[in-house]
């Protein structure tokens, strides 16, 4: 009944056994689609995302589905401080031993299950994390966008307040559009994604010394990508 009303709204197709996203630069898909898309690809980024951050560090992270898998390892080899806005990250390492956990309050989004807005910016704006982990909707004209201003917004305090910032976004992410700019490309520290994206894209990380990582695609996750796109 929610995918049937989903697809009503506009929001999703159904296909054969398999949700993917209506073309829409001004909706996101809620975090529980989200976070049953690609799940293998983003899986296969938690080597990569935990070789960067060490132990003992601090972590700003947002609600985005593609960073929840590489928690259960970053928290299995603690001390690490965790600041968030998303209760599905409190969910994850709430209950992790030598796990200091930071929640962001303000005003509750219950498609996203976060926080967002100016309470939500100003609690971001009290902290200095090592590292700010996140992702977005989409990366075009080498900026990364998101459908939403308080989104955006809120992503934005959070990379002003880390020192290191890293961008995961699978390779649907560089074939979308959305309406609000969170960060130009070059902004970041570390782009991880599993296919070599575009030549104006290697450009900008040549010249903004954004170090790309790409990890290699499995038969599996191909396989994964031809019955869901993220």
């Not at 994850?92 to 498609?111: D, T």
Request: glycine share 6%.
């Amino acid at each position: 009944r929610d995918v049937s009303q989903l697809v009503s709204e506009g929001l999703v197709s159904l296909g054969r056994g398999y949700v993917e996203p209506a073309e829409s630069t001004v909706v996101d898909l809620s975090s529980m689609l989200r976070s049953g898309i690609l799940t293998e690809v983003k899986e296969s980024f938690t080597p990569v995302i935990s070789e960067l951050i060490p132990r003992a560090s601090s972590l700003m992270i947002d609600d985005s589905s593609s960073c929840l898998p590489a928690l259960h390892e970053l928290t299995g080899r603690s001390p690490l401080t965790v600041i968030t806005n998303s209760l599905a990250v409190v969910q994850a390492v709430g209950r992790a031993p030598m796990v200091e956990l930071h929640c962001l309050g303000g005003r509750y989004s219950p498609w996203s299950n976060s926080f967002y807005g100016a309470r939500t910016v100003a609690e971001v704006e009290r902290f200095r994390a090592d590292f700010c982990l996140m992702s977005d909707t989409a990366i075009t004209d080498g900026a990364v966008y998101n459908p939403y201003d308080y989104v955006a917004e809120t992503k934005q305090a959070m990379l002003r307040a880390a020192q290191i910032r890293i961008l995961v976004a699978d390779h649907t992410k560089f074939t979308r559009r959305a309406l609000c700019k969170t960060a130009e490309l070059g902004d970041f520290d570390y782009l991880i994604t599993d296919v070599e994206p575009s030549r104006s894209v290697l450009e900008i990380c040549h010249e903004y010394n954004t170090e790309l990582i790409v990890v290699p695609r499995t038969a599996k996750q191909n396989g994964e990508d031809d019955s869901a796109d993220a």
